[in-house]
């Protein structure tokens, strides 16, 4: 049987991008379908935007420190319309980055929505159809809001972007990675910012010493940080939004956005018509190999919710290719993810928190706060920790968990070193680099003495 294509992916994403190309460059014909904009959430709503906003969220506490420093330096204002403005043009040339990859590796492209209406065949929205030995699904998720009353007024992350004007006072629903990110970001910028998160602490899942380090960090930073408490009524009020919190308390907000949780973007796909199984929140399911139910079409990404981060979307990707074009069958390695929380300060991580590591087997923790000589001569308060989870048994390093500036970038390297299975010994015999925050790392000498 002859198809259109060897391959047609639907998602213009971080995740599809990477496969379409990839499959391409190997000597595939290969077709992408977008219906937004090509790069995904990573590019144009996520990841990149984000981190830019960060950026520029950390410039008053730097013009403070230049002050302490001895630099004379007048602040002055931040200018939310000049900044947007260049940040946009910059997901515009990341977009069309995204676009020409594409093109110089001969992977046709569709601007539309495509919807799978057989084990070969997609159709797109302008009701033409095409056919392919292989459909991979990448098409990520959505932010959702929650299900209840005056919902509807709230934000969420993707018109976070594009605002007209930064909000003086916000509410900020959630305590995941997207709540407590946009909540340091927008308190950096200079808004006014409450945060509700229905459970006992922020981020949940991760190490408990290191989530209770980030959210102490966060309401000394000024952010109003209230746990247990969540919205019992919404409603528009003249000038605003009126807000009664489970905890009684009655405020009006200029925006609420809601960072509780997101879906993956499976509705009206046609999927579960061909036989491709979906799990409770409507995710795609699959095997270790990324493969449905129906042996020609694979899912990647978000769309799978698996490990919802733009790396292991891409490697979902190339595991892919590897095992239906180059015939060598990958699973995808979903262990000792470093990931990195862009909170101010930053949280790092990768492998085990204190207690699933203390549910598993003996364990030994070394911790240690300071304050960074770099903020610290400036006069700031804040603290860092550094923390590794080892095995009593075999000595290895179960987890690595650090809340710093910079972060992001330590874990990334740590997570080398407890991805090949390093012991605490081997931190050990590392030459500290002095002076550095994360010369910590291998200059702890005594475990904690815990109960
Ligand atoms: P998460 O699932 O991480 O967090 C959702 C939060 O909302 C949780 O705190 C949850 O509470 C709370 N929540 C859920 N439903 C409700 C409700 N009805 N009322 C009140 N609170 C509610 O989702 P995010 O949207 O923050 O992030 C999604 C994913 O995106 C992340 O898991 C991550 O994989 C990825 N991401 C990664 C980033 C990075 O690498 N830096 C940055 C941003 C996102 P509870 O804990 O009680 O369930």
């Known amino acids: 049987m002859s198809f259109d294509y ?9 995740g599809g991008v990477r496969a379409a190309r990839v499959a391409a460059q190997g000597g595939a014909k290969v077709a992408l379908a977008e219906e937004d904009r090509y790069g995904g959430t990573c590019v144009i709503r996520g990841c990149v935007p984000k981190k830019l906003m960060v950026f520029a969220s950390e410039f008053p506490d730097a013009i403070a420190d230049a002050a302490e420093y001895g630099w004379t330096v007048h602040a002055g204002g931040f200018d939310w319309s000049a900044f947007k403005t260049k940040l946009h043009a910059e997901l515009d040339r990341l977009e069309n980055v995204y676009r020409g990859i594409l093109k110089n590796n001969g992977v046709e492209t569709y601007d539309a929505r495509a919807k799978v209406i057989g084990a070969h065949e997609v159709e797109l929205s302008d009701g033409t159809r095409k056919s392919a030995k292989h459909i991979l699904l990448a098409m990520g998720g959505r932010p959702v809001l929650p299900d209840q ?8 992350s993707n018109d976070i972007f594009h605002l007209d004007e930064l909000p003086k006072k916000i ?10 990110e946009f909540a340091c970001i927008l308190n950096g910028l200079g808004v006014d910012v409450t945060q509700y998160y229905r459970g006992a602490q922020i981020l949940r899942g991760f190490d408990g010493e290191a989530r209770g380090h980030v959210s102490d960090e966060m309401i000394s930073n000024g952010i109003k940080l209230h746990l247990g408490t969540n919205i019992a009524q919404m ?7 009126d807000v009664t ?17 997101r879906a993956p973007n499976t509705d009206d796909m046609g999927l579960e018509a061909v036989g491709i199984e979906l799990g409770r929140k409507g995710e795609v399911l699959v095997d270790d190999y990324s493969q449905t139910k129906v042996p020609s079409i694979y899912a990647i990404g978000d769309v799978t919710d698996r490990v919802n981060l733009t790396p292991v979307a891409i490697r979902e990707g190339m595991a892919f290719v590897e095992t239906v074009f180059n015939g060598n069958p990958t699973p995808v390695d979903h262990e000792l993810i470093p990931t990195a ?8 991580t990768v492998g085990l928190s204190e207690e699933d590591a203390r549910e598993q087997e003996p364990i030994e923790v070394y911790s240690t706060s300071f304050k960074p000589m770099q903020t610290a001569f400036a006069g700031r308060s ?5 923390k590794l989870i080892v095995s009593k048994a075999n000595r290895k390093v179960l987890g690595c968990h650090i809340v710093a500036p910079g972060a992001g970038e330590m874990i990334q390297l740590a997570g080398i070193a407890v991805k090949m299975g390093a012991t605490k010994e081997d931190f050990d015999r590392t030459v500290a680099v002095h002076p550095t925050m994360s010369e910590e790392l291998v200059t702890m000498k005594e475990p904690q003495i815990r109960q």
Do not use: K
């Open 6 to 14: 060897d391959l047609f992916v639907i998602g213009g994403g971080s």
């Open 149 to 156: 009353e005056g919902a509807e007024l709230g934000i969420t």
């Open 171 to 180: 509410l900020i629903i959630g305590g995941g990675y997207i709540a407590c």
């Open 235 to 241: 409603t528009r009020g003249e000038g605003g939004i």
């Open 245 to 261: 919190a489970t905890n009684g308390d009655t405020q009006m907000f200029d925006q609420v956005m809601f960072a509780t949780g």
């Open 341 to 348: 929380i862009f909170t101010q300060p930053e949280m790092g």
């Open 382 to 386: 804040g603290r860092v920790l550094m």
